[in-house]
């Protein structure tokens, strides 16, 4: 009993370690120093998340470096103040998944009540992480039209990241940056999200419950492993300390389109317009947990749910498929129509020498009917 609880521990351990290592955060670091250059320690640096008012703080070093990490990817204030000198805020500074956003700032002589502010993102390159990405964001992923909602189709707006080639042989629907298609690792919210077999995405959450997804095409951080063919990390949405909400129903009815061109000069006439009927449902809702806010004063927790249904029913209409006579199931094809013809049973290769020469020297024995 006690080996299986020491396993039972180890277990969990590592299972912590592996989900922390891939955490979809990012973090802020920086310098601060004075006009001059000259750096500048002990200098409070206040990091706020501007949706949910959440606030972490850290002191520079000796150096006048900094870092704040494991930040929830959104939006930050960047507040820098030190005795003796006007503090500086950096406004709407983006923080991206597994991002490392770098800020620095230069404190002039003032008074602690003078405020400089900087109202844009200091820095949209990464300068700091060698990773080589792109992110698509929430604002892309609700309003792209996507044929199906299945959000991971975007990754083909990505540089280097193409269609699934089937010469390779392998499953999958993307190759990255000339990676196997079958070689993708999938993480939700820094969990492996891979299907076992054919090492797919498991689960795909719906377009607006996704607040981004990155993907990591090559040179990646030590914390990602696992496999070689790229990276495609999604984070879900989560509440804010105001309400949202949505409701939505996405409509695709056959009936609103046009004839298929082969439908539309079918010879015979027959074929109708095909057939298709999809709703797809739901909603979402985000805020915050008011308990917290009656005891501490302000938002602590937060939630966020989304719900989406399809129903679905379709008909694809046929030309028809040729079915072999009586004739040719017992291997005669001599009466099978001569070339050009036009006679929907006629073989455009049709040779009576070939089909006598077929039945007096059969590849198997035939029987003696």
């Known amino acids: 009993m006690p080996f299986c609880l020491a396993v039972l ?7 912590e370690t592996f989900s922390w290592a891939q955490d979809p955060t990012g973090r802020i670091v920086g310098n601060v120093t004075d006009v001059q250059g ?5 200098v409070q640096i206040t990091v706020t998340n501007i949706e949910t008012g959440i606030s972490t703080q850290a002191r520079t070093d000796q150096e006048g470096f900094y870092q704040v990490r494991d930040l929830s990817i959104g939006t930050y204030r960047i507040t820098m103040e030190l005795g003796g000198f006007r503090a500086l805020v950096f406004d709407n500074q983006v923080v991206q998944i597994n991002q490392t956003l770098r ?5 002039a002589l003032g008074t602690k009540t003078e405020i400089v502010e ?3 993102p200091v820095n949209v390159i990464e300068t700091v992480d060698p990773t080589i990405g792109g992110s698509i964001t929430g604002r892309v992923l609700t309003d792209a039209p ?3 909602r299945n959000a991971l189709d975007l990754a083909l707006l990505q540089p280097a990241v193409m269609p699934h080639n089937p010469d390779d042989r392998s499953s999958g ?3 990255i940056a000339g990676g196997r298609s079958d070689s993708v690792t999938f993480l939700l919210d820094g969990g492996q999200n891979n299907e076992i077999l054919g090492n797919g995405v498991v689960f795909n959450p719906n377009p607006d419950t996704i607040a981004e997804f990155r993907i990591l095409e090559n040179n990646y951080s030590a914390e990602y492993g696992r496999n070689s063919g790229g990276i495609v990390s999604e984070v879900t ?3 804010t300390d105001e ?3 949505s409701a939505f129903d996405f409509l695709r009815n056959g009936d609103l389109n046009a004839t298929s061109f082969f439908n539309k000069n079918d010879p015979n006439n027959l074929l109708p317009r095909d057939t298709l009927r999809r709703n797809q449902v739901g909603g979402t809702l985000g805020g915050p947990i008011l308990i917290p806010r009656l005891i501490h004063g302000k938002d602590r927790f937060f939630f966020f749910v989304g719900y989406q249904q399809q129903i679905q029913s379709s008909t694809v209409s046929s030309t028809g498929q040729a079915v072999f006579t009586p004739a040719q199931l017992g291997g005669d094809f001599s009466e099978s129509g001569q070339p050009g013809n036009g006679h929907p049973a006629s073989c455009p290769n049709a040779d009576n020498n070939v089909a006598a020469f077929l039945l007096a020297n059969p590849f198997f024995p035939v029987g003696p009917n």
């Open 9 to 15: 521990a180890v277990s969990l351990l590592s299972a």
């Open 38 to 42: 000259a750096t500048l320690p002990n």
């Open 103 to 107: 800020v620095d700032g230069h404190l």
């Open 118 to 120: 900087v109202k844009s």
């Open 146 to 148: 996507l044929n199906g």
């Open 173 to 175: 629907s993307y190759n």
């Open 237 to 239: 949405k989560s509440g």
């Open 243 to 245: 309400w949202h909400g």
